[in-house]
């Protein structure tokens, strides 16, 4: 892939990752209560999770683009475009978490509860899926081969969610006083909002 393409992956992906969400805020609740190296059961389960659906998403794509180019465009542009709406739904939110970090602090007793409450928590949201078949078209030059660049993809997705995850499950009560106040999440959420929007634009003027 080219250092082009991904110098815009890298931190449209990484600044998405890293806005309050459900995945994020269970790692912030674990990783206060239960600790950071139990947590890591949960961060397991959930890379599983995000690695089935990307791969699934990326599947779906590359069988569209092999078998049916012109659907594959139409993916590609709508794709875009629902990446320049997530940015503005960003933008708009109002900087509140998905979760408050002090709501639940269970203990699970099994390291499978909490790898399977990581599994469940990746995959049972609808936007993840959408989210990924709308993102990967735009970072796919279907005049490559596609294996690789999926691959690649695939790798740094699950690269820095495992990073953003860390950072969650680490950041302890210093980090939830950060994310509860309004104007800080309303930050990351722009942030974020802003590059998705650019990849959109960047898509429709490709």
Known sequence: ????????FLPTFFFVS??????????????MSIGIRR?????AGELVGVGLVASLSA?????????????????????GAYLIYLGI????????MAMNPEAEQRTYQSAGALASQGFVTAIANPKGWAFFIALLPPFI??????????IV????????EFICLLIY?????????????????????????????GVGIWLALG
């Open 1 to 8: 892939m080219s250092l082009s393409v991904l110098s815009v």
């Open 18 to 31: 890293i806005t309050p969400g459900m995945c994020m805020t269970l790692a912030l609740t674990l990783g």
């Open 39 to 43: 947590t890591l059961w949960m961060v």
């Open 59 to 79: 599947i779906g794509v590359a069988a569209i683009m092999l078998q049916y180019p012109t659907l594959f465009l139409v993916l590609k542009y709508g794709g």
């Open 89 to 96: 739904q960003l933008w708009l939110s109002k900087g509140k």
């Open 141 to 150: 030059d279907y005049e490559q081969a596609i294996a690789s660049q999926l």
């Open 153 to 160: 993809l695939i790798a740094i997705i699950l690269t820095l």
């Open 169 to 197: 499950a680490g950041g302890g009560k210093t980090l939830s006083r950060i994310l509860v106040r309004t104007e800080n999440v309303k930050i990351i959420n722009r942030i974020a909002g802003t590059l998705m929007t």
